[in-house]
């Protein structure tokens, strides 16, 4: 036993201790421990020093309320997750029950206590099954999320759900409500209290499958850029290898491309500053084309709209939409009608959401294949809870065949087969073409099937969850469902359990494990098959040539040289996705410095914090030295100009008396910031906050947009000589000093030309300039 099981164990063995003697309290004494656990901690005792108690005092609520008494593994888990491990447990373990007790632990210290995961039915089930123990114990539940997705929670609801001590949602929702709750206004607008304590179920699907994503909210429309037709034109143009090179889903121009491409658009360098545009609309439309394909990484409907298609469920993902201009690039490849660009105001990705969170923990039943990346990322490890029963479920091994042909028709034949005998069986493949073809093959067999490839995960989970009955046949992708309790229905345990096909090769074994684990669920009967060939979706990376030679022109291959070739490919997929992972997280974690500075200014401007007038004077000044610096030749136009900008409608004579146009200046402010201090009287502070507020939003919202249109624009240099992520971090450091500046006028622009009038509250309406 290593060092980590040991502490567990050790604790396992004192909250039995506890347990025993909990059993004799009466309902009305298990709650009032609730009332205790909360003073003792309030005494300065720690959640550590209360787990033992704690646990027992859930383990028997849950068994009171619900009528499951956690098994040791169980409260082993909940233990591990309490200490903020990744708990991997498998499937059908009981990783909902095994929450309840970190989450009450947790729970008791009135910090916000979160529960999030993969969809919106599961974090509704969970929060109304378990949310029962919680309430029994006196702490208040709330599931984060709605049955209809379409429907907006308000502030107040809001309020009303991440006040309740114990929350469960998905990850999608906490991350745009972070967002959102930095976006507010007033102090009396946010909603969301200070993060402590997360379990993130089904882990690795959140942390690792969704990480390369970033929650974006768009804002306000942006000005519709000329550049897509130009470039998209000019692109079609280019000879592979030759102008640019395609490779590891990535796509650059060479240098005999760059010089076309500064040749053809008139331009010296187009890699300087003021080619940004144009660069970047030349990227947009090299990987539009070179690295997007149609019926893959998207449909275009008959309405003449792009929908993007989730290239691991082949969903389409509607309403998604590609940021910094790829969407458009793409209409502009299709020949469609070009879609509104909206700017980014706020971005995260999961990774820095969740190192948001003091204490953060997960489980999945799939994770600890993907634990060096969470121990470099995330800096967890992953603790393996060993199953309640031995695992009794047979794993045969995967069947090789040359091509797609081949292997449908034998994963038919097999269904066909215990089918015949009444054994329910689930049919899971990667990609959505792939079931519709299933369906189409066990149509032409008579057999009654379900399939599970739409976009709603109610109603999957309702068809899923009947997989195990008897006779019944169900073919679903592997993201469908998860999550879902099968439960095997009469006589089926005789028939050998559920009975699980895979087809093809997945992107990552996480996946597979995960489509295996829907069979023999806490020790039951069940069995796995995986078909593959040559023709699956990972193989793509051998190259058409190579698999030509196989498939088309018929050569002879041997079932070992088609095994070791799946697996290659397998392994090329999933490193490269690694890789990408860890690319968002650096070129994030650039706009995660940025982000904390932002919000923590922020949030003391909301909380209340005052403006010094010496401090705001000295910023007056700043932007007046940096004016005279900057401007060589400063006649009195120019100087009346800045004036009227920036510091007055009204324009004065000069002061005789005063030297220069620089002291005059700041002379000049000076005397409209007194004219608008005397005109507001006490609510000239309040009026500072606000407009500075109001300046840093503008500021950091351009910040925001830039940093994500760089990202794109970066990505399309070559990276044979250059280091991207350096160069990435260098711009972004320029642009934040220009954002400080920027930031800095404006505040003063904002104090000084504001026009303040008071509404029927006597609150303040400011028109800013
Ligand atoms: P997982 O999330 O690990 O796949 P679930 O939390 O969905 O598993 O639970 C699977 C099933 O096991 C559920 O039907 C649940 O009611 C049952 N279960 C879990 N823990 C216990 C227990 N301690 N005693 C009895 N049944 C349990
Ligand atoms: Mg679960």
């Known amino acids: 036993m290593n060092k980590i099981d040991k502490r567990l164990h050790f604790l396992l063995g004192k909250v039995k201790e506890e347990c025993t003697k909990v059993k004799e309290l009466s309902d009305y004494e ?52 309490h200490l903020c491990y990744l708990c991997e447990m498998n499937t059908g373990e009981g990783k909902t029950l095994t929450a309840t007790m970190p989450l009450y632990l947790n729970g008791l210290t009135g910090k916000s206590t979160i529960l999030v995961t993969a969809n919106e039915y599961l974090a509704i089930r969970d929060a109304e099954e378990m949310g029962q123990v919680y309430e029994f114990l006196g702490l208040s539940v709330k599931a984060g999320v709605t049955r209809d997705t379409n429907e907006h929670l308000n502030n107040d609801q809001k309020k009303e759900i991440y006040a309740a001590d114990i929350v469960y949602t998905t990850h999608g929702s906490l991350g745009f409500d972070y967002l959102l709750n930095n976006l507010v206004h007033s102090k009396e607008d946010r909603f969301m209290r200070e993060l402590y304590y997360v379990i993130i179920d089904e882990a690795d699907s959140v942390l690792l499958d969704s990480a390369s994503m970033p929650l974006v909210i768009s804002g306000s429309p942006r000005v519709q850029s000329n550049l897509y037709g130009i470039t998209d034109f000019f692109v079609t143009t280019l000879v592979e290898d030759e102008h640019y090179i395609v490779e590891d889903n990535k796509v650059w121009l060479t240098d005999k491309g760059i010089e076309y491409a500064q ?10 500053k003021e080619n940004f545009d144009v660069l970047r609309h030349v990227v947009l439309a090299l990987r539009a084309h070179y690295l997007m394909d149609k019926d893959v990484d998207y449909v275009v409907t008959d309405s003449g709209e792009i929908v993007l ?77 060993p199953p309640n029963k031995p695992m009794a479920r047979k ?67 309702e068809i899923i969850k009947e997989a195990g009955q008897k006779n019944v046949v169900t073919v679903a992708t592997s993201m469908a469902g998860r999550g879902t309790d099968i439960r095997l229905g009469s006589g089926v345990k005789e028939l050998g359990g559920l009975c699980v096909l895979g087809i093809g090769r997945m992107n990552n074994t996480r996946d597979e494990r995960q489509a295996r684990g829907r069979a023999g669920r806490q020790g039951e009967p069940g069995v796995s098959i995986f078909y593959t060939s040559l023709e699956d979706d990972v193989c793509e990376i051998l190259g058409d040539d190579f698999l030509e ?53 922020r949030n003391d401007l909301l909380d209340g914090k005052s403006l010094d007038e010496n401090y705001l004077l000295s910023i ?12 060589k030749k400063l006649d009195s136009y120019a100087v009346h100009r800045y004036v009227l900008d920036n510091l007055s409608y009204r324009l004065q004579e000069m002061d005789e008396s005063t030297k220069n146009q620089k002291d005059y200046l700041i002379q000049y402010s000076k005397m409209a910031f007194n004219t608008k201090k005397k005109s507001l009287g006490d609510r000239f502070s309040e009026y500072c906050r606000l407009c500075t507020l109001r300046a840093l939003d503008d500021g950091w919202v351009e910040e925001v947009d830039y940093l994500q249109q760089l990202q794109a624009a970066i990505s399309g240099r070559s990276s044979a000589q250059r280091n991207l992520l350096f160069e990435y971090q260098r711009e972004a450091r320029i642009s934040f000093e220009d954002m400080e500046k920027s930031i800095k006028k404006a505040m003063i622009r904002n104090i000084l030309l504001g026009e303040v009038s008071f509404g029927k509250d006597n609150e303040m309406i400011i028109l800013y300039p």
């Open 620 to 631: 007056c000044e700043d932007n007046i030295k940096d004016f005279v610096k900057s401007n």
């Open 30 to 81: 298990l709650k009032n421990k609730t009332n205790e656990f909360k003073r003792r901690l309030a005494e300065g005792e720690t959640t550590d020093d209360l787990l033992p108690e704690a646990f027992a005092v859930c383990c028997e609520a849950d068994y009171r309320v619900l009528g499951m008494f956690p098994f040791d593994v169980q409260i082993l888990g909940g233990i591990a997750l």
């Open 549 to 601: 030679k196989y498939i088309e022109k018929d050569k002879h291959i041997s079932k070992r040289r088609i095994k070791k070739l799946i697996n290659k490919s397998q392994k090329i997929k999933s490193e490269s996705s690694v890789f990408q992972r860890k690319n968002a997280v650096d070129y994030d974690s650039v706009m995660q410095r940025q982000r904390t500075i932002m919000y923590k200014t």
């Open 309 to 385: 298609l989730d290239k691991s469920t082949g969903r389409k993902m509607n309403g998604m939409k590609l940021r910094g201009g790829s969407h458009q690039a793409i209409e502009e490849k299709e020949r469609l009608k070009l879609s509104q660009e909206q700017r980014s105001v706020a971005s995260i990705t999961y990774q820095n959401l969740f190192n948001l969170f003091p204490k953060m923990s997960g489980m999945s039943g799939t994770i600890a294949d993907g634990k060096d990346e969470l121990l470099e990322v995330y800096h967890k490890q992953v603790v393996v809870i």
């Open 395 to 461: 794993d045969l091994p995967d069947k090789y065949f040359k091509t797609s042909e081949e292997q449908f028709d034998a994963v038919i034949k097999e269904t066909v087969k215990r089918h015949n005998t009444g054994q329910p069986v689930l049919l899971i493949a990667s990609l959505i073409s792939d079931t519709e073809m299933l369906s189409k093959l066990l149509v032409q067999e008579n057999i009654e099937h379900s399939v599970l490839n739409a976009n709603n995960a109610f109603w999957e989970a």
């Open 263 to 272: 040749r053809y658009f008139r331009i010296e360098n187009l890699y300087s």
